[in-house]
């Protein structure tokens, strides 16, 4: 068991103020963190944030609910899927609706598939500060691969906008199947690649254990949710707690570590991804033909081909997206939280409805707006070195942090 | 930079020079948002723009020649990209890349800057949301014959009466203020550098 | 694994209406959770009875977040309202705390004793909304910049903002440099 309890380091003449300024060489996005350091150990930090403040939350009050989803795309910007997947659910939670069969195993695939795609980046990234350059390659090699299918799904690579309130955009393409499976054999055999290079390797395990130690009461009090909470014993999990689409159908296994160092985090990842790839292939074995769009059209966009065709269609279409009084979907007057399980943790929408065509309130709850400030208090009293490590292993996204 | 004698001498140098500059363009990655993720797989190993010269992704500005805007640009952020852009030793040049470094992107919103360069020059743009690796590509092509040919944006000189015409400005528009409010960083002792007096307000409704 | 446990809804309300009694403004049941409606200064009471009734222990800290009611449809009792959500390990429940603060003196009491979580979105909600947290330790700014004036995301606040994002010096070429010289 690792200690919880930061060293307390002292000021003295020796102090020195530097500053992780907001531009600076990780790949973590614009943070800022003050430090006062002494020597090799830092006495105390402070984080800044906002470098990358959106106002997507008032834009949210502005734009209408399907035009709000291609908006979600660019808060967590590693797995762009997944926010699509859950303001839509979020917005079919409020709306009380269920989107067919189809729809709801084709929203897995694609959520595990971004949460493979996240964990890959996150990791490669995070062993590339500590040093390694070569696992960066290996994860965006398959991140490639993965951005092959989303475009041949979705039509981009990463701002895919793909799910609509009430269904999918359009439908899935004919070898999506074949095309998922050829990439999952090499999304294995380079999670081997990054178990058997860093697992056992002394440099690394130096670095990694025992540093940025989280306890399990420090994760419920500070909100920690996804992998860092996991690799603090907080054993939550949003597919467990309140299995959504297709969850409580398919096997898997959630890792749950007891220690919470960056190590664990680290080894949660990768664990995560393994079960991705389980669930990939479940639920591509579920995969049948049927409607993707919830049958109701005042409130779901009809399928775009019949517009051409169908005059009642065109209708709905013109009703649903034209700005208005009468236009768009009109939810009840409500408000209500739904969340997922993000690749970073809980992603949370607290949606605000006046009855029209806009949300009157959208909170998004950024998974590392909550999970980020834990990380001055890890570094009082540690050495300037396990900053990197730490940071790498927290998964920050600017997006999601200052939205 | 484009030499001031007519001696066959110094003008071969000089293309030499600037061949050798164009084909080791350093970038000073500036990654903000989803932009940066395609720029980190444009340094990759499918689209390695590492073949174009751009190996060393230095996160130096005092290293550097090529800033790389890949992102939206918030009000706390313009001042730290403003300082970087002093940082870095001319010649230097500037790609905004993506919708929103450009222009302001799909958020038209009280902190985001529309569009980067009102405020800093910029040598070649990229649309996109964001802009595929190709694209990137071809923006650091560009820049690259704009630096074989010896031109920066950055080295454009004007005229003060000249930087208040829009057709002849450097920066492609002009500010977008609607009403000064709180504290009035555009006046020359607040910059580095001599700049216009406050301009028009720019086209369009602002309300 | 901690899984949603609906039956324990009712242990919740029964529990909460017997402590808050005439304090409690109102109970909306939502999808999963309840949420319970009490006035800006009764919040901290309730939540810190949430978190410390052994029975229910809402240990963990979920979500802290405000609305401006200013032009909802139906009235509210006040303009703004604090939303707290916390979840249960034990119970396997959620539950959210909407507590109204007046316009006209935004302020309640802080929870960052309760939840370190607070901190932030504490910080959060008084840079957007100016909603002031008594007992805060470190109440500034968090996402606009220090100097900003103004709280951007109420409803009279316009959304392309004041004229702030132009408010930055020009970077032209050096316009001391004569023409003709390299």
Redesign the interface.
């Known amino acids: 068991m690792y200690s919880y309890e930061q060293e307390i380091v002292e000021r003295d003449e020796n102090t020195v103020h530097m500053n992780v300024g907001p531009s600076h060489p990780s790949m973590h996005g614009t943070l800022r963190i003050k430090m006062e350091v002494k020597g090799e150990r830092i006495v105390k930090t402070e984080q800044e944030i906002g470098f990358l403040h959106t106002g997507f939350e008032k834009l949210g009050e502005h734009r209408s609910y399907n035009q709000f989803i291609t908006l979600t795309d660019r808060l967590n910007y590693f797995s762009p899927l997944s926010n699509n997947i859950g303001f839509a659910l979020a917005c079919e939670e409020l709306l009380g609706i269920t989107v067919p069969r189809r729809c709801q195993v084709i929203r897995t695939i694609l959520a595990e598939m971004s949460r493979l795609a996240d964990h890959s980046l996150c990791l490669g990234a995070m062993t590339m500060d500590l040093g390694a350059f070569s696992s960066i390659l290996w994860t965006f090699v398959e991140r490639e691969k993965l951005y092959d299918v989303f475009e041949a799904v979705t039509g981009t690579r990463l701002t895919t906008s793909y799910t609509r309130v009430g269904g999918l955009a359009f439908d899935l393409p004919a070898d999506f199947v074949k095309r998922v499976t050829a990439i999952l054999d090499s999304m294995e055999n380079t999670i081997d690649n990054l178990r058997k290079s860093f697992y056992q390797n002394r440099i690394f395990l130096d670095r990694v254990e025992g540093i940025g130690c989280i306890s399990r009461e420090m994760a419920m009090s500070y909100g920690i949710t996804g992998p860092m909470g996991r690799a603090s014993g907080l054993d939550y999990d949003l597919r467990k707690f309140r299995p959504y689409l297709i969850y409580n159908e398919l096997k898997f296994d959630v890792p749950v570590y007891k220690d919470g160092d960056t190590l664990s985090r680290y080894k949660v990842r990768i664990d995560e991804m393994e079960q991705s790839i389980k669930l990939v292939r479940q639920a591509m074995k579920l995969l049948e033909p049927g409607p993707i769009n919830f049958q109701d059209q005042k409130r779901t966009l009809p399928d775009k081909t019949s517009t051409y065709g169908d005059m009642e269609s065109l209708i709905h279409h013109f009703k649903l997206v034209m700005p208005g009084e009468d236009h768009g979907i009109h939810p009840p007057v409500t408000d209500q939280y739904s969340a997922t399980e993000a690749p970073n943790g809980e992603l949370g929408w607290h949606i605000v409805s006046d009855g029209s065509s806009n949300p009157y309130r959208v909170r998004i709850r950024g998974c590392s707006f909550i999970n980020y400030p834990i990380l001055s208090r890890l570094l009082d009293g540690a050495m300037l070195a396990d900053l990197v490590a730490i940071l790498g292993s927290f998964n920050i996204i600017a997006g999601e942090l200052d939205r | 930079m484009t030499g001031s004698t007519n001696d066959w001498t110094t003008t071969t140098l000089n293309t030499a020079i600037n061949w050798a500059r164009a084909n080791s363009l350093w970038p000073m990655p500036f990654g903000t948002a989803c932009c940066g993720i395609e720029m980190m797989a444009t340094f990759m190993a499918k689209y390695d723009a590492a073949r174009f010269g751009s190996e060393v992704m230095k996160f130096s500005p005092r290293q550097s020649d090529l800033l790389i805007v890949s992102g939206r640009i918030s009000l706390k952020m313009m001042p730290v990209l403003q300082r970087i852009w002093e940082q870095m030793p001319e010649p230097k040049w500037c790609i905004s890349m993506g919708a929103c470094a450009s222009s302001g992107g799909v958020f038209d919103t009280y902190t985001l800057i529309q569009g980067v360069d009102q405020f800093i020059p910029v040598d070649a743009y990229m649309p996109g949301c964001p802009p595929r690796p190709e694209a990137f590509l071809d923006a650091l092509m560009m820049v690259q014959e704009k630096a074989k040919k010896g031109q920066a944006k950055s080295q454009e000189y004007v005229t003060s009466d000249e930087a208040s015409d829009p057709a002849k400005s450097v920066a492609f528009r002009t500010p977008d203020t609607h009403y000064r409010h709180g504290v009035d960083r555009s006046t020359p002792e607040h910059a580095h550098h001599p700049v216009t007096t406050e301009s028009s307000p720019a086209a369009g409704d602002l309300k | ?4 446990n609906p039956e324990n809804h009712l242990k919740v309300i029964a529990q909460v209406e017997a402590r808050m009694g005439e304090r409690l403004l109102g109970r ?1 049941e ?4 309840h ?1 319970f409606k009490v006035k800006g200064q009764d919040a901290k009471d309730l939540i810190r009875f949430l978190r410390e009734e052994p029975s229910l222990a809402f ?5 802290l ?1 405000a ?2 009611y200013l ?4 009235a509210q009792p006040e303009r703004f309202a604090v ?1 707290y ?1 916390l ?1 249960s ?1 034990e119970l ?1 429940v ?1 539950a ?1 705390v909407k507590a109204f603060v007046p316009d006209g003196d935004p302020r309640l009491p802080s929870i960052t004793d309760l ?3 607070a ?3 504490e910080r ?1 909600v008084w840079d ?1 909304y100016g909603i002031e947290f008594m007992g805060h330790p470190d109440l500034k ?5 220090d ?3 103004g709280h ?2 109420r409803k009279d ?26």
Do not use: C
Request: proline fraction near 10%; aromatic fraction near 14%; charged fraction near 25%.
């Open positions: 694994m901690i899984t949603y909306e939502k999808s999963h959770y949420q240990a963990m800290f979920i979500d977040t609305v401006d032009r909802y449809p139906i939303v959500t979840l390990p396997g959620k959210q939840f370190a979580g901190n932030w979105t959060e957007l700014r968090i996402l606009m910049p100097d900003y004036e951007p995301l606040y316009p959304l392309k903002g004041r004229g702030e994002r132009g408010n930055f010096p020009v970077y032209h070429a050096s316009t001391q440099r004569p023409k003709g010289e390299g």
